[in-house]
């Protein structure tokens, strides 16, 4: 069976930079998927091609078997594609129920998924930073997406609140049956929580596997060292 994201041989540049080259990468259905990499590699990049708000240069992009290539970015969502922002960006003057209604009409369901409806009616500027990322991945749950893509959910959070994250991202191809991919610098979370991982160095794709694969590949090693450099 195809898988249920499909990204096939992508590249995009940005002036003399090849941010993305030749990209071949993909997600099943209900799968877990890591996308790790040094600084650079390019993984925010895919997230930002794959949700259409960069044009690749070539190559194709399929999700549940259909192009990608002529769905605007705003009808992403609609396709069953969700995300969260490496940056975290709230409505600091709405609630946290009215910042994730704006991801869709199932935000009640997604504020009860990531534990927030105790908080619904607080605004959103009076959060701590940990808060504010589930209000970010409730706003993602509300449109009931089939792949939700995580950029760097771990940021910034202390050992106890990336053990709790990891739960959840558990929960969500449990109890949702979703399927996720996920940038994380923090390995232990993307280690604990993916069926397999992708590696990007400068653009390319260096490796794929389990996590036990990729964590002994020397090409994995290899980058991470480098760039440690
Ligand atoms: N809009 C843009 N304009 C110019 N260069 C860009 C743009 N977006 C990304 N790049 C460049 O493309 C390369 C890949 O960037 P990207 O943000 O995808 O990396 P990343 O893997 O997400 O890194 P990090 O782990 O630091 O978030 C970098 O060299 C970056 O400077
Ligand atoms: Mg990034």
Redesign the pocket.
Known sequence: MAALLEVENVS?R??G????DGVSLDAGENEIVGLI????????????VVTRL?RPDSGALRFAGRSLLRTPAHRIVRRGIARTF?NVELFDTMTVRENVRVGGRYGDEALEVVGLAPLAGRLAASLPHDTRKRVELARALASRPRIVLL??PAGGLDHEEVERLATLIRRLRTELELAVLV?E?HMNLVMGVSDRVHV?SF?RRIASGTPAEVRNDPAVIEAYLGSAA
């Open positions: 995009r940005f002036g930079i090849v941010a993305l990499g040094p600084n650079g590699a390019g993984k925010t990049t895919l997230f930002n960069y490496q950029d760097e940038v610098h990007l653009g």
